[in-house]
């Protein structure tokens, strides 16, 4: 079956720190990945996506991505975090036949 | 953008009764909604996949007769919560996608919080 795994539930940087979010998919073949984050009591903001091509994603608000296949996984950086950064990270597949699965969230907090 | 509508925003209700939560796609067809379940702390959990014109697909586990999902029109589903009891209270969060773009369902709405009394 396929599934989404971050493995760090919560993860604490200080601000300006560089940060990585772990995420790792399991599935047959190369799916479509996402990351996305939600700020308290909000919705859902796409940060960036891959499908094929460059294994390095740019996004949004200085966030960065690498795909690597033999790893099975997705993982989200950015070299310098602001505390506008707080907030809860998922990872997210899309697989065929429009199926859709969330990892279980990473939270980040930033210290001053 | 595209821009899905969720409504309403917070609903409070009394146990046993139902409960209809709408989305909305503003300016493209949605051809596919997804209904997910946030629980505190937790991630979203996807409890079904709505094509418009068919039934809707539950994930293992989620009761379809108690959680009645319409998609009736390409632009609105809807999620109706029957029976409500107070572990129904979460937060509900509908995505969109329009056709020929299932790969990238980046059109979420802003949630619903549910609180069963």
């Known amino acids: 079956a396929q599934s989404v795994t971050q493995p760090d539930i919560h993860i604490t940087v200080s601000e300006g720190a560089s940060l990585e979010l772990r995420c790792n998919y399991s599935?047959?073949?190369?799916?479509?990945l996402f990351w996305y984050v939600q700020s308290p009591g909000q919705g859902l903001q796409l940060l960036l996506k891959?499908?094929?091509?460059?294994?390095l994603v740019q996004g949004i608000k200085g966030f960065e991505a690498e795909f690597k296949r033999s790893q099975s996984s997705f993982n989200l950086r950015k070299p310098s975090v602001h505390w506008s950064d707080a907030a809860e990270y998922f990872c997210?597949?899309?697989?065929?036949?429009?199926?859709?699965?969330f990892g279980t969230g990473t939270s980040l907090t930033v210290i001053p | 953008g595209a821009v899905v509508s969720q409504h309403p925003s917070r609903v409070i209700c009394k146990s046993g009764t139902s409960v209809k939560i709408e989305c909305r796609s503003l300016?493209?067809?949605?051809?596919?909604m997804f209904w997910y379940r946030q629980f505190p702390k937790q991630s979203l959990m996807l409890m079904a996949t709505?094509?418009?014109?068919?039934?809707?697909?539950?994930e293992q586990g989620v009761e379809k007769d108690k959680f009645l999902i319409n998609h009736a029109s390409l632009t609105l589903s809807t999620l109706t919560v029957t029976s409500a009891h107070p572990e129904d209270s979460s937060f509900y969060i509908c995505?969109?996608?329009?056709?020929?773009?299932?790969?990238?369902?980046?059109?979420f709405g802003n949630g619903t919080r549910l609180t069963v009394t």
């Open positions: 997210a597949v899309g697989f065929t036949g429009n199926q859709f699965y």
């Open positions: 300016d493209f067809q949605a051809t596919t």
């Open positions: 891959y499908f094929s091509g460059d294994t």
């Open positions: 709505s094509n418009e014109g068919s039934k809707a697909t539950y």
């Open positions: 995505s969109a996608t329009g056709q020929g773009h299932w790969r990238s369902p980046l059109h």
């Open positions: 599935y047959g073949a190369t799916p479509y």
